[in-house]
């Protein structure tokens, strides 16, 4: 019998906030590489019709014991654990949808995309390790680079201080996991068509605006960051730990 194919082939890969945008065009492109992949979101994700093996689990990447669970039970039923994306996220937009309050909606910010991504990559290195190494894929943004467009004005919004603190938890946690397997890199999207952005691309004269920041004259689409996310979780990316990918088509090339 002659070993299935695929760039992601006899890897188990877990991906948080799979339910949509990102994350599941991350479960769709590792699935179709044959990795075996482990759908994680709030809430139970949909996995029916997708390309297998998968399987999902319902998970509060806020919570430790949740999360550190839901791993556990990952490595003991497939084998191990090689590679995570911590795609969970949420924006200032729909962070909460009870409230106004600015400190409410800032710690909300700040819990699910840098604490979560924290408690994650924290309980999963175990495992990764002893699966023989693996990779971490974070997802930060470009607004963990530069601020937000003065078009949008919003100087109190949490998420680009939480994806700043990705990018810089990125690089330390690649340093002190390089000598043990475990390489640990983070994506840094422009403005991408998902729900994050809805509220913001369903307005056309905003949309147009955003479109209009991207020299590429567009926003990108969820499979152009899975495709980077897939690089660098192969082996193909094996020298490549601690970095920042920027895909937004020329925008912090200005």
């Known amino acids: ?5 695929g ?46 093996p998968l399987s999902s689990y319902a998970c509060d990447v806020t919570n430790s014991d949740s999360i550190k669970e839901v791993i556990n039970n990952i490595s003991s039923e ?42 994650t990559s924290m309980h999963s290195v175990p495992e990764i390790e002893k699966s023989g190494g693996g990779a971490i894929i974070n997802l930060a943004s470009t607004m963990g680079i530069v601020g937000y467009p003065t078009g949008l004005r919003n100087g109190y919004s949490a998420y680009p201080p939480s ?56 926003l990108g689409r969820p499979d152009e960051i899975a495709n980077a996310a897939l690089f660098l979780a192969s082996d193909e990316s094996s020298f490549i730990t601690g970095s920042s990918l920027v895909i937004d088509g020329g925008y912090t090339a200005q």
């Not at 909606?105 to 840098?114: A, G, H, K, P, Q």
């Not at 340093?175 to 307005?203: H, Q, W």
């Open 7 to 52: 760039r992601l082939a006899g890897k188990v890969a877990m991906v948080t906030g799979a339910s949509s945008g990102i994350g599941k065009a991350c479960i769709e492109r590792f699935s179709a590489e044959n990795a075996t992949v482990i759908a994680v979101d709030i809430a139970k994700p949909v996995t029916e019709g997708l390309m297998g």
């Open 1 to 5: 019998m002659t070993s299935p194919s």
């Open 78 to 119: 497939y084998g191990g654990l090689h590679i995570v994306v911590n795609s969970a996220g949420v924006s200032a937009r729909n962070a909460l949808s009870d409230t106004t309050d600015i400190e409410r909606i800032w710690d909300r910010v700040i819990e699910v995309n840098l604490k979560g991504t924290f408690l």
């Open 163 to 218: 994806k700043g603190g990705v990018v810089q938890f990125t690089k330390t946690l690649a340093v002190d996991l390089a000598d043990r397997g475990i390489r640990v890199n983070c994506l840094c999207p422009g403005f991408v068509e998902t729900s994050l952005t809805e509220s913001l691309t369903s307005d056309n004269e905003t949309n147009n605006y955003l479109k209009g920041l991207h020299p590429m004259g567009r």
